[in-house]
T-cell receptor, first 117, second 114 residues
Framework: DTAVSQTPKYLVTQMGNDKSIKCEQNLGHDTMYWYKQDSKKFLKIMFSYNNKELIINETVPNRFSPKSPDKAHLNLHINSLELGDSAVYFC????????????????FGEGSRLTVL | AQTVTQSQPEMSVQEAETVTLSCTYDTSESDYYLFWYKQPPSRQMILVIRQEAYKQQNATENRFSVNFQKAAKSFSLKISDSQLGDAAMYFCACIQGGSEKLVFGKGTKLTVNP
């Protein structure tokens, strides 16, 4: 019973294509995130959402558009894919920041490896 | 904004021995949390240990313990009785209380030699 699940796990596509990665969490958390892990393993936050509302947007190109239809889902759509978009994308969730249940810990999905050819 | 620095890109240890991974951080807040996450080749991010900044006592989880030096802003991870399954990337991370932004260090790749 996976807590944070991402699909697809692997994605290979051509430059210029548009692709989406989906994320769902069944933990009842209010906050969801997308992180990017580059080829050097560096993890950097891209976006965070609280109850469908965008909270953090870390100067990510406009080609990346997150969408949160409800607080259990946060999808990532990428337009006009470029070689530099190749990375592992991690979805994560946590209880509401500053709330009584929050311990700062993020719960991560298994990651989606995107390869742009 | 907080920063996290891991100065050891790679470390190795013999099975059953002890190894310490270094981490320093910088934050202007007094309320924050520190973490060590493990990423094995399966790439799943696994929480190893957590430390609340307001707690003076060092956190421990079985063979894993931390040396939290608040004044020096240092948060090292000690792995005792290393096992082959401990081989992974280890990431130190910091989040300010009430914030949504968990900031990671660049990671340390740990190899465990049989």
């Amino acid at each position: 019973d996976t807590a944070v699940s991402q699909t697809p796990k692997y994605l290979v596509t051509q430059m210029g294509n548009d692709k989406s990665i989906k994320c769902e969490q069944n933990l009842g958390h209010d906050t969801m995130y997308w992180y990017k892990q580059d080829s050097k393993k560096f993890l950097k936050i891209m976006f965070s959402y609280n109850n469908k509302e965008l909270i953090i947007n870390e100067t990510v190109p406009n080609r990346f558009s997150p969408k949160s239809p409800d607080k259990a889902h946060l999808n990532l759509h990428i337009n006009s894919l470029e070689l530099g978009d190749s990375a592992v994308y991690f979805c994560a969730s946590s209880p509401l920041a500053g709330g009584p249940a929050n311990t700062g810990e993020l719960f991560f999905g298994e990651g989606s490896r995107l390869t742009v050819l | 904004a907080q920063t996290v620095t891991q100065s050891q890109p790679e470390m190795s240890v013999q099975e059953a021995e002890t190894v310490t991974l270094s981490c320093t951080y910088d934050t202007s807040e007094s309320d924050y949390y520190l973490f060590w996450y493990k990423q094995p080749p399966s790439r799943q991010m696994i929480l190893v240990i957590r430390q609340e900044a307001y707690k003076q006592q060092n956190a421990t989880e079985n063979r894993f313990s931390v040396n939290f030096q608040k004044a020096a802003k240092s948060f090292s991870l000690k792995i005792s009785d290393s096992q082959l399954g401990d081989a992974a990337m280890y990431f130190c991370a910091c989040i300010q209380g009430g914030s949504e932004k968990l900031v990671f260090g660049k990671g340390t790749k740990l190899t465990v030699n049989p």
